[in-house]
């Protein structure tokens, strides 16, 4: 099969829209009492709750794989309509929204030939494909001049997060969450800033720019300024790695999180932190004994988009 018979089908955001109808069905999936459904109610109850506390300091961790997804869509909604206010994530969010601002990614299949997909200069995300020119080619094309201008205009030691902001708004894009971070002044962190291809774009540059510098330390300040100083926080945690761990960790200094949504896929059995339930965060804690909290066992690009247009939404009465 041709590449261009394989790239038929582009992968678009979901738009989320407030839904009374949504809101009304999930209200039902929790009076079902009906195992992972009554959870999910559970959860976009306290997602309301922590969208509509001013005094809450909401957070808001996943891993990028995500961005390559429609679910970027409703993410980016909970940035541009100020839900959150810090997102801790990895570099790979960085790299798949800036990608898709300048090509599209593609729908596959899981069950794809990878050798052909290798030899058609095809990358395979799950289901999801992504070209060669799609993904490494464009983000060198762009970033690098973007680098240039930030050396040239004095900017040569940035934290991840006023990079973040400097990429995102050169993106000039309202589709990308980093633009709407910048535009509305919401903070992204990256804890792993090298650790995609933004990262090594970044290290490309540092070749010829010795001084040129990430200085994650004040990244690492502000986070904590951010969880010592809120009255409450909560979090809405998608997936583990180092996105949720750094989202808990400094909620430890604290006493924990007073509300927390987490959302895996990942088993308990293994002892890895992706499959940490939040009960056990009580015991380090990261979450608070008196907390409103649940786990959601499930797949976010199939319940997430669902979750925020009930969050968003009010029931019919």
Excluded at 238 to 258: A, C, E
Excluded at 297 to 317: F, N, Q, V
Aim: charged share 25%; proline share 3%.
């Amino acid at each position: 099969m041709a590449k261009r018979d394989l790239l038929r089908r582009k992968v678009e955001d979901i738009e989320v829209a407030r839904s009374a109808e949504v809101a009304r069905l999930v209200e039902s999936m929790g009076r079902g009492g009906g195992f992972t459904a009554k959870k999910i109610a559970v959860g976009v109850d306290i997602l309301r709750t922590i969208f509509r506390r001013r005094s809450c300091t909401t957070f808001l961790s996943f891993p990028a794989a995500l961005m390559a997804t429609g679910v970027r869509g409703v993410l980016r909604t909970l940035v541009e309509q100020k839900l959150v206010d810090v997102v801790v994530t990895t570099c790979g969010t960085a790299d798949h929204d800036l990608a898709r601002v300048w090509q599209p990614y593609y729908q596959g299949e899981f069950e794809m030939d990878d050798v052909k997909l290798h030899r058609a200069g095809i990358n395979r995300l799950g289901n999801v494909l992504v070209p060669n020119e799609s993904y490494g080619i464009i983000l060198e094309q762009k970033i690098q001049p973007m680098l240039r201008d930030l050396w040239t205009s004095g900017r040569r030691n940035l934290s991840t997060k006023e990079l973040l902001w400097e990429l995102g708004r050169r993106s000039g894009s309202r589709q990308s969450l980093l633009w709407w971070s910048w535009r509305n002044r919401i903070p992204v962190y990256v804890p792993a800033i090298f650790d995609g291809a933004v990262g090594y774009q970044l290290w490309s540059f540092w070749q010829d720019h010795k001084a040129f510098a990430i200085d994650q330390f004040r990244d690492e300040a502000e986070l904590a300024d951010l969880a010592l100083t809120a009255k409450e926080t909560g979090a809405l945690m998608i997936g583990g790695g180092v996105s949720k761990h750094h989202t808990i960790w400094w909620n430890q200094f604290r006493g924990g999180l007073d509300y927390a949504v987490y959302i895996t896929t990942a088993p308990e059995w293994d002892g890895s932190l992706s499959g940490a339930r939040l009960r056990e965060g009580i015991s380090w804690g990261k979450v608070k004994e008196t907390a409103k909290q649940v786990t959601i066992e499930s797949d976010a690009t199939a319940i997430l988009p669902m979750m925020i247009a009930a969050a968003l939404g009010r029931p019919r009465r």
